[in-house]
């Protein structure tokens, strides 16, 4: 009898020191994740960024500028050039899951439905969903660290998010690769729910700007299905951070309708 | 010698066919009732499968488009071609091409107030698009359709624009992504609501001018879709053919009505399920018609058969007498059955039935045409002329061997 609960109570000690240490993991995923985003983001930032998207058939570079107050979730950006698109601006509000697009030719601003979220933003490879949800990974996701990897010559942890049950979300995976040494992220892989590989997102051009050690390259390569082989060339949208200020303060205004009107 | 007692055999049979004559009738007459009830309904449910075909094509699919591979899956305005060379030339040259039209095809919000809404955005040249659809005879009374000097103005589908809030004269926004990635936005005038029998078109598609979309998309030269209508419809899948053999189509896709509409195949394949459980049903009642008579006939002949076994009559020639005979009647009763199924069907191929009160039910099956004519196929026809005679033999067969297995004596001494 005593025999029998001295086995249980071992029996328990061991599923306890089996488990708690992947307690632990999951924690550190989290904390992974959330020091990558923090160090990356800041709690605001403002930043010029050039994006090129490169199609087989053409390649566009877009300047823009972009106010991101990342803590009260919130930003806002607005379109340099070229011409033809100068002036067109987006207000993103992540919690009231809302994204305002205003253009000038119509001299219009136009809500972007909740069901036009998947749809490519401007042409690129990232989707309305990647640019207003962005940090939703950290609710919406469970993340489980699944290993080691070297990516990209860096050493990185590997972590497993999956969604959790009622989250309104695209992604059946993602694999986020974060640097061992310093929790920057180096990549990141979207899997769909039949675990196809669909979109990558690479991180690169390490270096120090507004005083922090960011990645200031960011490529997006989408896995597109039926293409023609013979076709195939290599398309991508690259998001290049020419400057950025990390933890500026940003006037409520400019998160605002009347900002995203103006003429 | 064999040639003989064939011969004596058959005209056994031919000879005992019309001894009892009510009984014949009656067996003619169930085999000619249930062939021509399979041909009839049969012709109605082709008449009705066509009608079906040709209402949902003809209101914007056509019989065959031709895209940039890759499109009808992403439906994106990158996938686009520039409409030249032998597919260009063979729309021109193929007499059974009836008229063709060029589309532009995009995704797009369209907004007014505050509503908005995602749609899909078709540029068409309204000449030629009246050639190969009829969308344009959809458009409710107070609008038009698009003319070929109109520049913004658009049509709309009626749900979306109840959707919308709007009629026809307002002016709604629209934002898009054209060709070369730049941002397509303008703001349009309705001229007109178009109701279709397909909910998709009416709660998600504005037909705007071919011109203006080219501009507005930036498309510099290309275009997304070729629209092909043919003079019959029976010649899509030969005229694809041909298409697709065509030099230089390697990065098209040339899709018949059939690739584009796959859930009305789908339809049609459900409804010739149970049509074909119907017909079964049929069949069997007319082959147990005959199984009947044919053994009532031998059971009223055991005495004849039994006095025929006795004078030296081999049991195969008793199976061959009988079976005989049920194929002089079921000869005779699919040849009447057939006469008169194909009569039934041509007198309402020529009158058609009025489905009118049924509209809305029809609706479902996006169909526009409420007077449905019947449709009779040469094939329909014979196979079940085919599977008629080939049942009434069949199941002849049952009581024909019976027959053959009476004890002569027994059979003599009975009644």
Known sequence: MKKSLITLVIAAAAILAVSVPDLVMALTAMEIIDRAEKSIRGDSQVAMIEMTIKTRRWTRTMKMKNWDNRVAKKSFAEILSPKKDAGNRFLMIQKEKLMWHYNPEIGKEMKIHPSMMLQSWMGSDFTNDDIVKESSILEDYTHALTGKKTVEGHECYVITMTPKQDAAVVWGKILYYARVSDCLPVMQEFYDQHGKLKKKLTCGDFRVMGGRLIPTSMKMVSFKKNRDPEQAVEEYTLMVIKNVSFDVKIDNSVFSLQNLKRR | MNAKRTYIEVMLAWRNVWKNKRRTVLTLLTIMVGCAMIIFFRAINDGGHETMIEDSIAANTGHIQVHEKGFWENMSIDYAFIPEGAVMKHLRSDPRIAASSRRVHAAGLVSFENNTFGTLIQGVDPDREKMVSTLHKTIRPGGR???????????????????????????????????DGSIAAANLTIVGVFKTLNPRYDQGLIIMPLSTAEELFTMMGYISSIVIKLKSTSDMEAVRANMRALPNTKHLEIMGWDDLTPELIQAIVMDDLFGNIFYLILFLITAFGVLNTVQMSVFERTREIGIMMAIGTRPGQIVRLVLFESVFISLLGVALGAILGSAVSFYFTINPIDYSNYQKELEVFAMATTVIPAKLYLSNVAVTSLLTFLFGVLFSIAPARRASKLNPIKAIRQL
Request: proline fraction near 0%; aromatic fraction near 6%; hydrophobic fraction near 40%.
């Open chain 2, 145 to 179: 359709y698009l003319m070929q000097e109109d520049g913004k103005q658009i049509v709309i589908g009626e749900t979306l624009a109840k959707n919308l809030g709007v009629k026809v004269g307002d002016s709604i926004s629209m934002l898009s992504q054209g060709f």
